[in-house]
């Protein structure tokens, strides 16, 4: 699993054919500014998620392509979900944000109805729609691993930190 805390990804020239534009987009860029899980930022979630899923499906079949489109694409909701309830008064965005960022991903970019599909469908089975293909299944995997992945890497940071402001027991 180590491949995906690198940036293993740049070194797969056919991973970078298909998603060049996406990955030099200003739009995709901004992701960095928003905070996922733990401290990785929805951008590096995002890849993350891309490559994981693209490499299932080179290794188990499916449309890598779409998979590897998709993943970058799933959470293009472009806002801090941490905050958005709080600022917005819109809940729920465990539901809500596929759709948001399906709609993101049309307008900015060039997407086949495959990828609409994998985006829509990423968050089964919290919302209960299965997706449609290998690839939406890679992606909807490979995104509850990632993001468990970085969850875990934070909750043990912050068991540390617990454990060292402890002081020390008599003894």
């Avoid at 890849?47 to 993943?71: E, F, H, K, P, T």
């Avoid at 600022?87 to 060039?110: C, I, K, Q, S």
């Avoid at 829509?120 to 690839?135: D, E, I, Y």
Wanted: proline residues 5%.
């Amino acid at each position: 699993m180590e491949d995906f805390e690198t940036n293993v990804y740049l070194t797969d020239p056919e991973y970078l054919e298909c998603v060049a534009d996406i990955l030099s987009h200003p739009v995709f860029q901004s992701m960095d500014q928003y905070i996922q899980h733990g401290t990785t930022t929805c951008k590096i979630h995002c890849i993350q998620v891309s490559y994981m899923a693209y490499r299932l499906c080179r290794r188990l079949g499916g449309n890598w392509r779409s998979a590897a489109r998709g993943g970058l694409l799933h959470d293009l909701f472009l806002y801090d979900w941490h905050t958005h309830a709080r600022e917005t008064g819109e809940h729920f965005h465990g539901f809500t944000h596929p759709r948001r960022a399906m709609g993101n991903a049309v307008l900015y970019f060039n997407i086949t109805e495959e990828e609409k599909n994998i985006i829509l469908r990423h968050m089964w089975p919290l919302t209960p729609v299965p997706p449609a293909t290998r690839a939406g299944y890679a992606v909807t995997m490979a995104d509850k691993i990632c993001g468990t992945r970085e969850t875990a890497a934070r909750a043990k940071d912050w068991i540390l930190m617990s454990f060292m402001a402890q002081p020390a027991g008599r003894g």
